[in-house]
């Protein structure tokens, strides 16, 4: 079950990512389309908290100092 949201947490931040630059790079590109690329980049920014949230659980669970002081 960690292995999976693992994996579908890395895939998420992967398409969050390339989402988001695309987005990005083709406002510079063709500002024309500006709408639909900003959709494209809240998507992108959506699959990345959606990502960070899949590990959340992984990442409270990893050994160290506590956060408590």
């Given amino acids: 079950m960690a292995v999976r949201k693992r ?3 890395i895939l998420a931040g992967i398409l969050g990512l390339v989402l988001l630059f695309a ?6 590109i063709a500002p024309s389309s500006a709408l639909v690329l900003i959709v494209v980049m809240g998507t992108g920014i959506v699959l990345l908290l959606v ?6 659980g992984s990442i409270a669970a990893l ?3 506590s956060r408590d002081n």
């Avoid at 987005?23 to 510079?28: F, N, P, V």
């Fill in 7 to 9: 994996k579908t947490s």
């Fill in 23 to 28: 987005g990005s790079i083709g406002i510079l």
């Fill in 51 to 56: 990502a960070f949230f899949l590990v959340r």
């Fill in 63 to 65: 050994p160290g100092k």
